[in-house]
């Protein structure tokens, strides 16, 4: 038995993981659980908890057990069984910020409609976003519904909820051609040049991009894999994830320009003048080929970061606006300049590896002002 780093005993199955928050396992016939707290207490009484229930294959607290308790066993027990391991960190994470700090401590059966119209009210009140209160709702509706699945409860107090209005999300514009060029140009001097430039000629999603090894590229027959992503969760930090769906993994003919900086930066990686193989790596990261200098995965935030400097540079020495932008701009702009040449939806749906034909099209529905008056200007009404 290990301490935390106030020198108290952990007790047996516990450690404290990196975010001084602590983590409770064990295992019940080939099967291992674990639960989360934010103190030794917490998570000592959830593994007691926890683990009774599942030896005697009913709840610890009584019928109705508490959302906490439900929680950690429903996840434990039943949704990781079919979702990924990124997944259930998200989950946790979620929960653990938005749902049990009001209603943790409740029973399953003493959280009404009214709760959680309220809890879905102040979230959207604190400026959280969609994606974070649709989760949230989506976490919610899933835990009660096994809940009366198996004659916890009789009814699904998430089904009688209404959320609130949905804030409107500005959309992320694509570079014209103009912006592109300027941008490459400004970004030159930048160690990270070479991934913004291959976000530019495959559309790549920067996770992508990150865990692509090159074992994945194969220049010869000019094209490339998609076969990961990179994730980042508190439990397990910084790891290689499979693809965002099945659609994701997709093949990627390499165009010339993108052979020949992909052929630049191996011969720079062997000849060590660029970051390679001469660190430790992670789990199936090696041979990565856009290593940090540590030889791990780039940051999503060290990508941020130097965009936003770039950008800054542009409109303070460039003497023009430059429009605000991310790593995922150059996935949009690429979709754009492939919409723009012509190509056919559904040859892009595969290049991007949109899982719906719709979202694809949603695409089609957004181009450029200046490729909307050109093809205005095609077309002819012999009437008039």
């Given amino acids: 038995m290990g301490k935390d780093q106030k020198g108290r005993e952990l007790g047996r199955g516990i450690i404290q993981l990196p975010n001084k928050s602590y983590q409770g396992r064990f295992t019940f016939q080939g099967k291992r659980y674990a639960v989360y707290h934010r103190t030794l207490t917490g998570v000592t009484e959830k593994l007691r908890n926890t683990r009774y229930e599942i030896e005697h294959g009913a709840p610890g607290m009584g019928s109705t057990p508490s959302l906490d308790f439900w929680f950690d066993l429903w996840l434990n027990k039943y949704k990781s069984l079919s979702v ?5 960190d ?7 910020n938005y749902l049990s700090p009001s209603l943790g401590q409740r029973k399953l ?3 009404s409609p009214y709760n959680l119209q ?3 009210y ?5 400026g959280y976003s969609n994606n974070t209160v649709h989760l949230c709702y989506t976490l919610l509706n899933s835990l009660f519904k096994q809940a009366c699945r198996l004659n916890l409860l009789q009814n699904n107090p998430v089904q009688k909820l209404e959320l609130p209005r949905q804030r409107s999300a500005p959309r992320q514009q694509a570079l014209s051609r103009t912006e592109q060029e300027i941008f490459l140009d400004y970004a030159r001097k930048s160690p990270y040049f070479p991934i913004y430039s291959l976000a530019l000629f495959t559309g790549m999603r920067v996770g992508e991009l990150r865990a692509l090894r090159w074992c994945d ?3 010869s027959n000019a094209c490339l894999m998609v076969t990961g992503t990179i994730k980042y969760t508190k439990q397990r930090g910084c790891f290689r994830d499979s693809p965002k769906t099945a659609s994701s993994y997709r093949k990627i003919p390499l165009l010339p320009k993108a052979i020949n900086l992909l052929e630049d930066l191996q011969n720079k990686q062997l000849h060590g003048e660029s970051p390679g193989n001469e660190h430790p790596q992670l789990e199936d990261m090696e041979s990565l080929v856009f290593p940090s200098r540590t030889g791990k995965p780039l940051c999503h935030g060290v990508l941020n ?7 800054t540079r542009i409109n303070e020495k460039a003497g023009i606006p430059f429009p605000p932008m991310t790593p995922h701009t150059l996935r949009h702009t690429f979709s754009t300049r492939c919409m723009e040449s012509g190509m056919a939806p559904k040859v892009l749906q595969s290049i991007l590896g949109h899982q719906n034909f719709s979202t694809t099209m949603d695409l089609y529905s957004h181009v450029l002002p200046d490729q909307k008056k050109a093809e205005m200007k095609k077309l002819r009404f012999g009437y008039l």
Wanted: proline letters at 0%.
């Fill in 84 to 88: 990924k391991q990124g997944t259930v």
């Fill in 90 to 96: 998200t989950y946790h994470n979620y929960y653990a």
């Fill in 109 to 111: 059966a003493d959280i």
């Fill in 118 to 120: 309220q809890l879905f």
């Fill in 122 to 126: 102040d979230l959207r009140q604190s």
């Fill in 217 to 219: 590229v194969d220049l």
């Fill in 305 to 311: 970061a130097d965009i936003n400097k770039i950008v």
